[in-house]
């Protein structure tokens, strides 16, 4: 079946620094999500990427999906102490509406 | 948020116990999806569905039952419940593909 792999599974940085998470499918998607999970709460939904090598912002939040649809970036600029929390990738793939989500990247953040 | 709660919010159980986890929804979406979300494995999906008495199973359903005899409702039935099966449970509907998630029950047997 379809598997998402989502790297890394941790990452601490300094308040200010980027943090970068990346995603790669084992098949070609048609679309991919992002999630933000915060500590205690329930995954959020955050964007959708649909076109091959589509880029999208969310103010310091930069999304970009490959050009064969088969691998994700979530970028942040200058992290703040808000954007602590467990960020999730997920693909659609053949189905319409069953996602397959990655693992996770766990974000940390030292004011 | 989507309309969406789920209870109990909280439950301890014995192993062997059956459990039922409800959630329910007020904006009346066609799809509903159970997960489970554990340390190290994401969330993974037991069961979803696309309607009224039509479920169809996930990547984790064994030991998992679902049932949706109301649109607004997608119960989620643990048999027998086993320690394996202590875990956070989310709901989640959607909206065209993307997904909102309720707040979550987390279960613990013991």
């Known amino acids: 079946g379809q598997q998402v792999m989502q790297i890394p599974q941790y990452q601490h940085v300094q308040e200010g620094e980027d943090f970068t998470t990346y995603c790669n499918s084992s098949?070609?998607?048609?679309?991919i999500q992002w999630y933000k999970q915060r500590p205690g709460g329930h995954p959020v939904f955050l964007i959708q990427?649909?076109?091959?090598?589509e880029v999208k912002k969310q103010k310091r939040l930069t999304f970009q999906f490959g050009e064969a649809k088969k691998n994700s970036s979530l970028h942040i600029t200058a992290t703040q102490t808000t954007d602590v929390g467990t960020y999730f990738c997920a693909g659609l793939g053949g189905s319409n509406y069953k996602l397959t989500f990655g693992k996770g990247t766990l974000l940390t953040v030292n004011p | 948020d989507a309309g969406i709660t789920q209870s109990p919010r909280h439950k301890v159980t014995e192993t062997g116990t059956p459990v039922t986890l409800r959630c329910h929804q007020t904006e009346n979406h066609r799809y509903m999806y159970w997960y489970r979300q554990d340390p190290g494995h994401g969330l993974r999906l037991i069961h979803y569905s696309y309607g009224v008495k039509d479920t169809d199973k996930g990547e984790v359903s064994d030991g998992y039952s679902v049932s949706r005899s109301k649109t607004e409702d997608f119960l989620l039935t643990l048999e027998s419940a086993t320690s394996s099966q202590t875990s956070v449970y989310f709901c989640a509907i959607s909206t065209g593909s993307e997904q909102y998630f309720g707040p979550g029950t987390r279960l613990t047997v013991t």
């Open positions: 098949t070609t998607l048609s679309n």
């Open positions: 990427l649909v076109k091959s090598g």
